[in-house]
């Protein structure tokens, strides 16, 4: 668990005698939860708090999680959309983990604030991705979801017009970039891995000569999280998907989840949001978080399982991740 993670509060639901509870077995996905890039998001908010006092701003939550967002707000942390709502009082300002449109570093150069961006490593090689094949003249095709803040970003690294949005499969069959243009294409990092293959052949089969990525786009976080719920989904009965609605990763893994086989799949925020009743009469249950949630509100979900049944815990590991990303120089010793 993270060092900044809080303990889980107490489930207030009283617990059924030992004697009386049931055997529910639980699939606990391996990875879940946190992954590198949330991380190091949610440190550069609590170094900048240390070293700087609050209040200090982000623009757009951190990461979609209002548990997270919430944590930092009681240590000083004051969220904003826009940076007009932000005074010009010195305090520093925190781009979140899903990347920003140039225009917004450079609307805070322009007001002298000084700001860190928190932007994930991997939306960021994205960000380079889009622009060197912008200065060769391609047009870019982006795959992803339209109004979310990675794709705003995305799109906002190159002048309007440049990228052209493709949200699923039939969008792909009828795209009609600008004529006699050469294309590329790149992908939000938090995708479904299988839409998103059937999305790229589509492309590919229209546009054979279209440049693709040197690497895969989908994050490493992402394709191991939808990989342990594959694993998991055909051997349970129920899929808990601890997340919020907003994240993205974390939709994916509920879709996932039925779509490999699991006949229902649920999102919760937090333990206290789980109606144990849901897994009457279920022999076992999955358990998965997106890459935004701490591992404390899975904590949260077991317990609020154990005041209904005597549970058996297994791990399902598909990968082991072990990547971490440094800090911005400014919060460098």
């Known amino acids: 668990m993270p060092a900044h993670a809080p303990l889980s509060p107490p489930v207030t639901d009283r617990p059924a005698t030992a004697a009386a509870r049931p055997p529910l077995t639980v699939l606990l996905a391996g990875p879940r939860g946190f992954c590198a890039g949330v991380d190091r998001a949610i440190k550069i908010v609590e170094e ?13 939550e951190i990461v979609h999680n209002r548990f997270v967002v919430e944590r930092l707000e009681a240590l000083g942390a004051v969220f904003v959309e826009e940076l007009s709502e932000i005074p010009d009082d010195g305090q520093p300002v925190v781009f979140s983990a899903h990347g920003v ?14 700001f860190l961006d928190a932007t ?38 190159l002048p309007a017009g440049s990228v052209t949005l493709v949200e699923d499969a039939a969008q792909a069959r009828t795209v009609q970039p600008p004529a006699g243009v050469p294309l590329a294409f790149t992908t939000q990092t938090t995708l479904s891995v299988d839409d998103t293959v059937e999305i790229v052949a589509i492309l590919q089969d229209r546009f054979p ?34 997340g919020a609605p907003n994240s993205s990763n974390s939709v994916r893994l ?13 999102m919760v925020q937090r333990g ?35 005041t209904r049944f005597d549970l058996k815990i297994e791990e399902v590991v598909v990968a082991r991740e072990n990547i971490t990303f440094k800090l911005p120089a400014a919060l460098k010793d």
């Open 48 to 60: 900048a708090l240390i070293r700087r006092g609050a209040p200090v701003y982000v623009r757009h």
């Open 101 to 114: 449109p140039k225009s917004v570093p450079a609307e805070a150069q322009r007001r002298e604030m000084f």
């Open 120 to 157: 994930c490593p991997l939306v960021s090689k994205v960000h380079r991705e889009v622009e060197r094949h912008s200065a060769t003249g391609r047009h870019i095709l982006l795959i992803g979801h339209a109004g979310h803040p990675e794709v705003v970003g995305t799109m906002g690294q």
């Open 209 to 242: 000569d279209i440049s693709s990525p040197t690497k895969e786009d989908i994050c490493y976080a992402t394709t191991n999280r939808q990989a342990a719920v594959k694993a998991i989904a055909p051997r349970v009965e129920l899929m808990i998907v601890v």
């Open 254 to 266: 509920r879709e996932v989840a039925e779509r490999a086989g699991c006949a229902r799949a649920i």
């Open 272 to 306: 206290r949001d789980l109606d144990p009743a849901l897994a009457e009469g279920v022999a076992s249950v999955g358990v998965t978080a997106g890459a935004s949630a701490p591992e404390v509100l899975v904590d949260e979900v077991l317990d609020r399982l154990r």
